[in-house]
C-alpha cells in the first residue's frame, strides 16, 4: 500500500482491510484503488469468504442481496461499503456477523478459517 | 445431407435473418449479422493462409465477438481453441505450444496478456494475430495480420468450407494429472449428435431464451451457442461478474425472462444458499439443466420447492463424451434430503458400461468402472496417443474394431431398473464448483517450486456438501523456510486460480504410511481438525488477530 489514491493516505480502515485479504485470502494488494474483480483476487468463492471475514473482524451485518459488485471493486470500495454498514447497524441491535444463509451448513466459517 | 456445425447457423440466417441470435450486454445481434460476421472473418482467416485442420487459439473474453470468431474458425475449415484469458501465462504458453497454433485471434481487452504470451516467445512467426475489434499495438516479434475494419471490408459470403462432419470442431483444454493440460479434441459430428438429441428431448424452440453461463473453454457452453443456434434460439451471454452474486444472478434470470438455465450445480447452490429464488419464481424459466458434478439434494429440493413448474434434469459426461452422455429427469422432488440423484440413462446414440478390472460387466448394484462409448466420444486428446490409448480402449463388446470406449474415471453402479448411480472416483480427480481438476497437476506445480523439496495435496469438504476445500502440505528445503504467500506466488505464475489450495501446512516432512507413500488419509486428517479447530473458533465470535506464520513447523494458514 504504497501508492494511494489522489493525496489520500491509507486509513486505519483500508490498511486493515488489505491486512484481512492478505491473511485470508494469502493475496498482497499493492494499492486500495486496485481491482480485485478484474485481477482475479476475488472470485464466486474468495469473495463470500471475504464477506464473512469482514463481518467477523468489523461486526457488521453484510446483507448478500443488497450488493452491487462495485461495492468489491477495489480494498477503497469495501471500505466504504464497510462504513456505511457500520452507520446501518449503530444504535441497531448488535450483529450477529452472520451471513445469511437458509442452510445451516458450517461449509463456509470452516473453509474461512483461521490457525 | 451430413451438417457441419457452422450450416446449423446457415440454416437459422436463410430462414430467420433478423431474428436474434446473441445478447450480450444488452446488445442483440441478429442471425444475418452473426452469419456475415463470421463469413468475412473466415474469409479473413483463409486469406491470411490458414487452411483445413489449422488451430485458431481464441484469446477472448465472452462476448458476441467471441461466437463470431468460433464460427469464422469452422467456416474457414480450422480448429478453435477457446483460451481461458484468465490462465496464468504459462499455462497459456503450454496450451498454445501443444496445439501449435497458427493464429490467435484477439481482441483491444486481451491485447496486453497476448503482449505478455509475446514477450514470453509463445506467439511469434509463423503465428500471427488477427483482431475481432480495433485491437492494439503488438511488441514488434509479432505479425498482426488485420483487424476489424480489414475483415469488414472482405465479402460477406460464406467461405468455400471443405470441412466434414467428422472433422474436429474445436479442442478443449482440461487438467492434466502430469501437469500438462489435455487437449480434448471434439468433431462437429460429436456436437450435433448431443444437440439433436437434446433438442429433441427438451422440446427445444426459436422462441427460447438460453443462457449462456459458463466461461467458454468450458464444455458446457459448447451446448449453450450451438443449441441455441440449431433450434432459432437466442443465447444470452453473462459476464463472469454477474456470476459473483447470487441475486445479481437470479435479477439476470428474471429479467431476461430465460426459459433454459444450464450450469454446474454449484452456481444454483449458491443461489438456494443465499435465498435468491422467490416462491415462483422466473415464470418464463421451462427447463433447468445441471452437469459437471452432483447437485446436493438439500439445495435440489430448495429449487424444486420454489418453481414447481420447471422441468429439472441431471446431465452427466466428462469433456471427453461432448457435453452429456447421460440424463435424469427428477420428476418429483425428493421428500429424503439423503435421497440419492442418479445420472440415469444414456442418451440416444451413447453407451454407458460398468465394468469390473476384466472388464466384465459387474451385477447390478455392485460398483465398477464407468465407461462411456458411442457417437459423442471424442477421437482423443490432441497430439498425445500415449494418453489417448491409456483411457480410449477397443470395445470388447463391438463386432466393430473401430469401436471405442473411454474410461471415465468415475465409480458407479446400475440399479435393478437401469438406472446408473455415480458412487466416487478411481483416481484424484476431483470437481471444485464444476471445474475439473487433477491434485496431480497442483502437485506438480508445487514441485515445480524451486524453495520446495516435498508436497502433496488433498481434499477436505462437509459431509453432505459439495464445498470442497484444497489443502496443500509441504516441505521446504533446508534453510529456505518458505511461507505459505511466498509458496503461492509462485503458483499463481503456473496454476488457474480455481486450483489453487485453500489451506497451507509447512511440515519438516510428509506423513509416511508402511510402504514408505505419502500417508494421505493422516494428512487429510490434520487438516480436518484444523478446519474443525477453526471452525469452533469461529463459533466462539470474532477471531483473534492473526499471526504470521510460525516459523516453527508445523502450523496452517489459510
Avoid at chain 2, 431474428?19 to 452473426?34: E, G, I, K, R, W
Avoid at chain 2, 473474453?61 to 475449415?77: G, I
Avoid at chain 2, 496464468?88 to 503482449?115: G, S, Y
Avoid at chain 2, 470474532?542 to 494458514?557: A, D, F, G, M
Wanted: charged share 20%; net charge negative.
Amino acid at each position: 500500500m504504497q501508492e494511494n489514491a489522489r493525496n489520500e493516505g491509507p486509513t486505519q480502515l483500508t490498511r486493515e482491510i488489505a491486512q484481512l485479504i492478505h491473511d485470508q485470502l494469502l493475496v498482497e494488494v499493492s494499492s486500495p484503488e486496485d481491482d480485485l474483480l478484474a485481477s482475479g483476487v476475488l472470485d464466486s468463492l474468495t469473495l463470500v469468504q471475504l464477506l464473512f471475514d469482514l463481518e467477523h473482524r468489523f461486526g457488521v451485518t453484510i446483507p448478500l442481496e443488497e450488493l452491487e459488485i462495485d461495492d468489491f471493486r477495489s480494498v477503497n470500495s469495501i471500505a466504504s461499503l464497510v462504513q456505511a454498514r457500520s452507520s446501518a447497524n449503530h444504535g441497531s441491535k448488535r450483529s450477529e456477523g452472520r451471513i445469511r444463509s437458509v442452510f445451516s451448513e458450517p461449509a463456509l466459517g470452516r473453509n474461512a478459517g483461521s490457525s | 445431407m451430413k451438417q457441419r456445425l457452422h450450416d446449423l447457423l446457415t440454416i437459422q440466417a436463410d430462414r430467420r435473418p433478423d431474428a436474434v441470435a446473441a445478447v450480450f450486454q444488452d446488445v442483440p445481434t441478429s442471425y444475418s449479422a452473426l452469419e456475415q460476421m463470421s463469413n468475412r472473418l473466415g474469409r479473413a482467416l483463409q486469406g491470411a493462409g490458414c487452411i483445413k485442420s489449422d488451430r485458431i487459439a481464441l484469446l477472448l473474453t465472452k462476448s458476441t465477438r467471441a461466437l463470431v470468431a468460433m464460427f469464422a474458425s469452422l467456416k474457414a475449415d480450422c480448429i478453435y481453441v477457446p483460451i481461458d484469458t484468465t490462465s496464468p501465462i504459462a499455462r497459456i504458453q503450454r496450451i498454445l505450444q501443444k496445439c501449435e497454433c497458427r493464429c490467435v485471434l484477439a481482441e483491444k481487452a486481451t491485447a496486453a496478456l497476448l503482449n505478455e504470451l509475446i514477450a514470453h516467445g509463445a506467439v511469434c512467426d509463423p503465428v500471427f494475430v488477427g483482431w475481432v475489434d480495433e485491437g492494439a499495438t503488438l511488441l514488434n516479434k509479432a505479425r498482426s495480420q488485420f483487424t476489424w475494419s480489414d475483415v469488414q471490408s472482405l465479402p460477406d459470403r460464406a467461405p468455400d468450407s471443405l470441412a466434414q462432419p467428422n472433422d474436429p470442431a474445436h479442442i478443449l483444454f482440461t487438467s492434466g494429472s502430469t501437469g500438462i493440460p489435455k487437449g480434448v479434441v471434439i468433431t462437429h459430428a460429436n456436437v450435433i449428435h448431443f444437440v439433436r438429441w437434446a433438442g429433441v428431448y427438451f422440446k427445444m424452440s426459436s422462441e427460447d431464451r438460453i443462457s449462456g453461463h459458463p466461461p467458454l473453454h468450458f464444455d458446457l457452453s459448447t451446448f449453450d451457442i450451438y443449441g441455441t443456434i440449431a433450434a432459432g434460439a437466442q443465447i444470452h451471454l453473462m459476464t463472469p461478474e454477474t456470476s459473483l452474486l447470487p441475486h445479481k444472478l437470479a435479477d439476470f434470470i428474471r429479467e431476461r425472462e430465460l426459459t433454459q438455465w444450464f450450469s454446474v450445480p454449484w452456481v444454483l447452490q449458491q443461489m438456494a444458499k443465499f435465498d435468491a429464488v422467490r416462491q415462483g419464481d422466473f415464470p418464463a424459466l421451462k427447463r433447468l439443466l445441471w452437469c459437471g458434478e452432483r447437485f446436493p439434494t438439500p439445495a435440489l429440493i430448495y429449487w424444486m420447492k420454489r418453481l414447481p413448474n420447471v422441468t429439472f434434469d441431471n446431465l452427466y459426461g466428462p469433456t471427453e463424451a461432448t457435453i452429456a452422455s447421460s440424463y435424469h429427469r427428477v420428476d418429483q422432488c425428493p421428500e429424503d434430503e439423503s435421497a440419492e440423484i442418479p445420472i440415469g440413462l444414456p442418451c440416444k446414440g451413447e453407451l454407458m458400461l460398468v465394468l469390473d478390472e476384466q472388464l466384465r460387466p459387474v451385477r447390478p448394484g455392485e460398483p465398477g468402472d464407468l465407461y462411456i462409448g458411442g457417437v459423442g466420444l471424442s477421437p482423443g486428446y490432441w497430439n498425445d496417443p500415449d494418453r489417448t490409448r491409456e483411457v480410449f480402449r477397443p470395445n470388447p463388446y463391438s463386432s466393430n474394431p473401430s469401436d471405442r470406449i473411454y474410461n471415465t474415471g468415475d465409480l458407479a453402479r446400475i440399479s435393478a431398473d437401469g438406472l446408473v448411480y455415480l458412487i466416487g472416483r478411481s483416481d484424484s480427480q476431483i470437481k471444485s464448483r464444476g471445474y475439473r481438476i487433477e491434485l496431480g497437476e497442483i502437485e506438480a506445480a508445487m514441485h515445480a517450486v524451486p524453495g520446495v523439496q516435498d508436497a502433496a495435496v488433498v481434499v477436505i469438504g462437509v459431509e453432505g456438501s459439495e464445498d470442497k476445500t484444497i489443502c496443500c502440505a509441504y516441505v521446504s528445503r533446508p534453510g529456505l523456510g518458505l511461507s505459505p504467500l511466498a509458496l503461492k506466488r509462485h503458483l499463481t505464475a503456473t496454476l488457474p486460480r480455481y486450483m489453487m489450495p485453500q489451506r497451507w501446512m509447512a511440515l519438516e516432512q510428509l506423513p509416511r504410511n508402511a510402504n514408505g507413500k505419502t500417508d494421505r488419509p493422516s494428512l487429510r486428517q490434520q487438516f480436518e481438525k484444523e478446519a474443525s479447530l477453526a471452525g469452533q473458533e469461529m463459533d466462539c465470535g470474532p477471531r483473534s488477530t492473526r499471526t504470521e506464520l510460525s516459523s516453527n513447523p508445523p502450523s496452517l494458514v489459510q
